[in-house]
């Protein structure tokens, strides 16, 4: 996969922070740390913006690192056949495979536009009516995908998962006070768009 040099990062190892930051800084200071005597192993690298994991490759030097990452961010993949091409990637539009029913084809077909500006269309009426609350579930989600992945085995985890979904922020910061600190920081940080409103 490939990733912006600037798209903002946690590195991890085990509990405690190393780096935060830009993904080309981040990257740089592991491969550091990969070096170092004695070497740090076991680098987990997070996207702050959603908490999924970033995968890279660290091996090489430094300048080999940042390299590939900076190659690859700017890598345009051109297909083949540009005529088989679905969607309009120059504006974003990215064709995939939706299941309907026979009667449910029927109905976009007749629709001004065809179907894909009608689903779009419809996405865009959902996404409009679920509005901030979408938006906080989402980051609800990452900070929960976050917390299950680095602080599953802490105290207080099923107390601060409680306190996360009841949007009780003061209890979910309580529950959390004895984790390690970077990755107490770090939870406090990401997950204060969970909580406002």
């Given at each position: 996969?490939?990733?912006?040099?600037?798209?903002?990062?946690?590195?991890?190892?085990?509990?405690?922070?190393?780096?935060?930051?830009?993904?080309?800084?981040?990257?740089?200071?592991?491969?550091?740390?990969?070096?170092?005597?004695?070497?740090?192993?076991?680098?987990?690298?997070?996207?702050?913006?959603?908490?999924?994991?970033?995968?890279?490759?660290?091996?090489?030097?430094?300048?080999e690192v940042r390299a590939r990452i900076l190659v690859g961010?700017?890598?345009?993949?051109?297909?083949?056949?540009?005529?088989?091409?679905?969607?309009?990637?120059?504006?974003?539009?990215?064709?995939?495979?939706?299941?309907?029913?026979?009667?449910?084809?029927?109905?976009?077909?007749?629709?001004?536009g065809g179907a894909s500006v009608t689903l779009r269309k419809?996405?865009?009426?959902?996404?409009?009516?679920?509005?901030?609350?979408?938006?906080?579930?989402?980051?609800?989600?990452?900070?929960?995908?976050?917390?299950?992945s680095i602080g599953g085995n802490l105290p207080n985890f099923?107390?601060?998962?409680?306190?996360?979904?009841?949007?009780?922020?003061?209890?979910?910061?309580?529950?959390?006070?004895?984790?390690?600190?970077?990755?107490?920081?770090?939870?406090?940080?990401?997950?204060?768009?969970?909580?406002?409103?």
């Amino acid at each position: 996969m490939l990733y912006a040099p600037d798209l903002p990062v946690t590195a991890f190892v085990g509990t405690e922070v190393i780096a935060t930051g830009t993904l080309i800084d981040v990257a740089t200071k592991c491969r550091e740390l990969l070096d170092a005597e004695p070497p740090v192993r076991e680098i987990l690298i997070y996207s702050d913006t959603n908490s999924h994991p970033v995968e890279l490759d660290l091996s090489g030097d430094v300048d080999e690192v940042r390299a590939r990452i900076l190659v690859g961010s700017y890598k345009k993949t051109e297909p083949e056949d540009k005529k088989t091409r679905a969607g309009r990637p120059k504006l974003g539009v990215i064709g995939k495979e939706v299941t309907l029913l026979p009667r449910q084809w029927d109905w976009l077909k007749m629709q001004r536009g065809g179907a894909s500006v009608t689903l779009r269309k419809l996405v865009a009426e959902a996404m409009k009516a679920a509005g901030p609350e979408a938006d906080h579930q989402i980051r609800k989600q990452a900070v929960y995908h976050m917390m299950v992945s680095i602080g599953g085995n802490l105290p207080n985890f099923e107390e601060a998962i409680r306190c996360l979904y009841a949007d009780d922020q003061e209890g979910f910061i309580k529950m959390i006070d004895a984790w390690p600190v970077g990755l107490r920081d770090y939870l406090v940080r990401i997950s204060e768009e969970a909580f406002s409103r």
